[in-house]
């Protein structure tokens, strides 16, 4: 399924790949890479509130802000909720990224191989093979609870709508 008019990047509408998925849906399945190349799935999650931070690369300014927020976030969150990070940045990126920024908590993942994550969550940028900016905040069954697929991909997250909505599923 295509998708337009929903995300521009630098003002240049782009179109998404998947579904358009709201508040409510069940969290679709994934397949990434973790910065060792080994696969990650959705289910390796299984009963934990799951934030995750999508970023079309933690190259450029927005996208290094957004992964220090939510690692700022992460310190102070309980054991049953896991922030992830997905990009289509290749592992290897992934991993000097997170040793030279001090990214401890967030779990930083790659959807480059297959684009599974991009394309079953709906943030497959067509024109550009990267992924929309966005947040997902999904409870321990695997329902979504919150989303937002960032306008302009240039720009940051509503940080506090989400962390608003997370701590509201923090019992």
Same mark, same amino acid.
């Given at each position: ?7 521009t @990047?630098?003002?240049?509408? +782009?179109?998404?790949?998947?579904? &358009? !998925? ?9 397949? +990434?890479?973790?910065?060792? @190349?080994? &696969?990650?799935? =959705?289910?390796?999650?299984?009963? =934990?509130?799951?934030? #995750? ?5 933690? $190259? ?12 700022? &976030?992460?310190? %102070?969150?309980?054991? $049953?909720? /896991?922030? !992830?990070?997905i990009? @289509?940045?290749?592992?290897?990126? #992934? ?13 930083? !993942? %790659? ?11 709906? +943030?497959? @940028? =067509? ?10 905040? /999904?409870?321990?069954?695997?329902? #979504?609870?919150?989303l ?9 997250? $509503? ?5 608003? +909505?997370? =701590?509201?599923? #923090?019992?």
């Open positions: 399924m295509e998708r337009r008019g929903i995300v @990047m630098h003002g240049n509408p +782009v179109t998404l790949i998947g579904p &358009e !998925l709201k508040v409510g849906d069940k969290a679709p399945d994934f397949v +990434v890479l973790d910065q060792d @190349m080994r &696969e990650v799935k =959705k289910s390796d999650f299984a009963n =934990k509130i799951k934030v #995750i931070s999508v970023t079309p690369s933690l $190259d450029t300014p927005v996208c290094d802000m957004q992964a220090h927020k939510f690692e700022d &976030e992460a310190t %102070s969150l309980p054991e $049953d909720v /896991v922030v !992830l990070n990009s @289509m940045d290749l592992p290897f990126a #992934i991993k000097r990224f997170c040793t030279s920024g001090n990214i401890k908590k967030v779990i930083a !993942l %790659s959807d480059h191989r297959d684009a599974s994550f991009g394309t079953n969550w709906g +943030v497959l @940028m =067509k024109e550009l093979r990267l992924l929309a900016r966005a947040v997902f905040i /999904v409870d321990k069954d695997d329902t #979504i609870r919150y937002q697929i960032v306008p302009e991909a240039t720009h940051q997250p $509503d940080y506090d709508a989400a962390l608003n +909505v997370l =701590k509201s599923l #923090i019992k």
